[in-house]
T-cell receptor, first 111, second 112 residues
Framework: GEQVEQRPPHLSVREGDSAIIICTYTDSATAYFSWYKQEAGAGLQLLMSVLSNVDRKEEQGLTVLLNKKDKRLSLNLTAAHPGDSAVYFC??????????FGDGTQLVVKP | GGIITQTPKFLIGQEGQKLTLKCQQNFNHDTMYWYRQDSGKGLRLIYYSITENDLQKGDLSEGYDASREKKSSFSLTVTSAQKNEMAVFLCASWGGSQNTLYFGAGTRLSVL
């Protein structure tokens, strides 16, 4: 079945630095890709989603890159701030409607 | 906008007990999901349903049953609660203009 590997599991950056999180997946039939943010004790908040025909999407300081050849999805938080500290998850949806999540990245942004 | 409502928010059970978690959505989405999240871990798929009366097993379906009697509701049953089990169960539905998952707030399960 589908496997989604997310790295790094923990990431610490200084305020203003970039933070990059990467997911790799195995099934080339994967159609939708999303990134979620989960703050401590809270639910999952959708950050951005892209279709398989999109290579790059930018919104409000976030950049999502999709490399279908390498089956790699990345999230780049440019100029991270302490409020970005949270756990981030990637999610991929296959054509059979199954949705798989990465194990999460704990991001800490230090002032 | 729509909302996904999970009940109860907190569920305390006894070992061996059968426990039912409920989920309602008013998005009119076809596909719904149940995930389990253990502390500090990712989400694991238990069951999903692509339409009313449809059930599909996820990777973690053993020990659980599910029911989708109406399009708007999707319930999950823990068939025999395990002692010291603690997890958050998340219900979600798929759809909308962004074609993505919308999550409920979760049910936090503790088994004594």
């Amino acid at each position: 079945g589908e496997q989604v590997e997310q790295r790094p599991p923990h990431l610490s950056v200084r305020e203003g630095d970039s933070a990059i999180i990467i997911c790799t997946y195995t099934d080339s039939a994967t159609a939708y890709f999303s990134w979620y943010k989960q703050e401590a004790g809270a639910g999952l908040q959708l950050l951005m989603s892209v279709l398989s025909n999109v290579d790059r999407k930018e919104e409000q300081g976030l950049t999502v890159l999709l490399n279908k050849k390498d089956k790699r999805l990345s999230l780049n938080l440019t100029a991270a701030h302490p409020g970005d500290s949270a756990v981030y998850f990637c999610a991929v949806r296959r054509s059979n409607n199954r949705i798989f999540f990465g194990d999460g990245t704990q991001l800490v942004v230090k002032p | 906008g729509g909302i996904i409502t999970q009940t109860p928010k907190f569920l305390i059970g006894q070992e061996g007990q059968k426990l039912t978690l409920k989920c309602q959505q008013n998005f009119n989405h076809d596909t719904m999901y149940w995930y389990r999240q253990d502390s500090g871990k990712g989400l694991r798929l238990i069951y999903y349903s692509i339409t009313e009366n449809d059930l599909q097993k996820g990777d973690l379906s053993e020990g659980y049953d599910a029911s989708r009697e109406k399009k708007s509701s999707f319930s999950l049953t823990v068939t025999s609660a395990q002692k010291n089990e603690m997890a958050v169960f998340l219900c979600a539905s798929w759809g909308g203009s962004q074609n993505t998952l919308y999550f409920g707030a979760g049910t936090r399960l503790s088994v004594l």
